[in-house]
């Protein structure tokens, strides 16, 4: 959205006496802001009849699909508040980019893409597999990934709705109870993080920054499209909503270090308590190899494609989070950290061996092949928490 008109100075030149009223308005103004926890973004919000929308929030770089949305619009939206953080940042102190998402509970689709049944209870009862592509983009996961990251970057986030799609219509319904903290947040010049189907419709997460009286009544930037991309009405309401609150003071970031990566550790070791019964480390590699060994039926190439690119994204995103920190910490805090990031390299340059094609998908012999290669990243991510957790130790 773009405003359609622009303030234009008069041409009468301003004497000393007349522009200091001006400033001070200005700064009473301001300071009203800063007193109500809310910040001088507010001034670009812009209205135009019941339109309602937020200039300048920060795009994506470039458009990439080498980003996790999620952490991606998160980072965005901080920054959009000016908190001192970034994409890498976020990923790192939310737990995304050493986690490995699975879940034993979820639907069973067959063949034909539909779903024919629920894991586990009808396993072997019906032809049809789990959606392992759609374990690591879990919505329903996000608010274990959300609690830290706000209280290092110094701001209080808060969580609407659900992550399930209940239907059209119930999601309309759903959408009711959180129109009004929805509304208040971007009459406010803050941008909210939303889960739903995004404007690009690639993706399910986009940065919302305006809002009308259509249907649905939110829009949305897709935090993927790079610096041009224009904010679009949403296909849907949201499922989910992330609104950023009051400003908080932010923690000490050598002591977020070591929370963070306590978090990275336990995530890893599968002791963080997840909805839905989601594993996030040794076990949920345990859980793919497994799947991938069931090949009758095989399920779809396109779902371990997923698996890979998404673990792809976060160990990259591991890497420069931890070379990041080793700058600012000591020894042996630092080598600690540069001896993990060798083990997540050499995880990223693995990946790059998976094959995911159709052919090795539906054979024993392909499917053996990256189920042995799960095996080998659960070992040598195992080696990188252990590293992780030295570092933690480290950190006074």
């Not at 274990?144 to 706000?150: I, M, R």
């Not at 949920?284 to 799947?291: I, Q, R, T, V």
């Amino acid at each position: 959205m773009s405003a359609s008109h622009s303030h234009r100075l008069g041409s009468a030149p301003f004497s000393d006496s007349a522009l200091w009223p001006a400033i001070t308005r200005i700064a009473a103004v301001v300071l009203m802001f800063c007193m109500a926890g809310c910040s001088p973004q507010t001034m670009h919000v812009q209205r135009e009849g019941d339109r309602v929308w937020i200039e300048r929030v920060p795009r994506g770089e470039s458009k990439t699909n080498r980003v996790d949305p999620f952490g991606q619009s998160l980072a965005l939206a901080l920054t959009n508040l000016g908190h001192a953080t970034d994409y890498q940042t976020v990923m790192g102190d939310s737990g995304m980019a050493f986690i490995m998402q699975a879940s034993e509970v979820g639907p069973l689709i067959g063949p034909d893409g539909k779903k024919v049944g629920h894991a586990p209870k009808d396993l072997g009862k019906v032809v049809g597999r789990r959606d392992v592509g759609w374990w690591p983009l879990a919505t329903e996961c996000a608010p274990t990934y959300v609690q830290f990251v706000g209280r290092a970057a110094g701001r209080e986030l808060r969580l609407l709705g659900r992550a399930d799609y209940p239907g059209p219509e119930r999601l309309a319904a759903r959408y009711k109870k959180m129109h009004g903290d929805l509304v208040a947040s971007i009459d406010s010049g803050r941008p909210i993080v939303i889960s739903g189907r995004c404007p690009c419709d690639g993706c399910f997460w986009s940065v919302a920054v305006g809002y009308d009286k259509g249907d649905p009544p939110l829009w949305s930037v897709c935090s993927l499209g790079g610096p041009h991309t224009q904010a679009k009405r949403m296909a849907d309401y949201p499922w989910l909503a992330i609104i950023l609150d009051d400003q908080i003071e932010p923690m000490d970031r050598r002591l977020a270090d070591r929370q963070a990566l306590r978090h990275a550790v336990a995530l890893a070791r599968d002791q963080v308590k997840m909805p839905n019964n989601f594993l996030t480390g040794q076990r949920a590699y345990a859980l793919w190899a497994g799947e991938l060994r069931q090949i009758d039926p095989p399920d779809q190439p396109r779902w371990h494609a997923n698996v890979v690119a998404n673990l792809s994204v976060r160990r990259r995103a591991a890497v420069d989070y931890l070379q990041t920190m080793s700058r600012r910490q000591d020894d042996p805090t630092s080598a600690c950290l540069l001896g993990a990031v060798e083990r997540y390299n050499e995880a990223l340059h693995l990946l790059k061996t998976a094959n995911t094609s159709r052919q090795a998908m539906t054979s024993a012999d392909g499917r053996e092949t990256l189920a042995q290669l799960a095996e080998r990243l659960a070992g040598i991510e195992a080696q990188a928490a252990s590293k992780l957790a030295q570092a933690a130790a480290t950190i006074r």
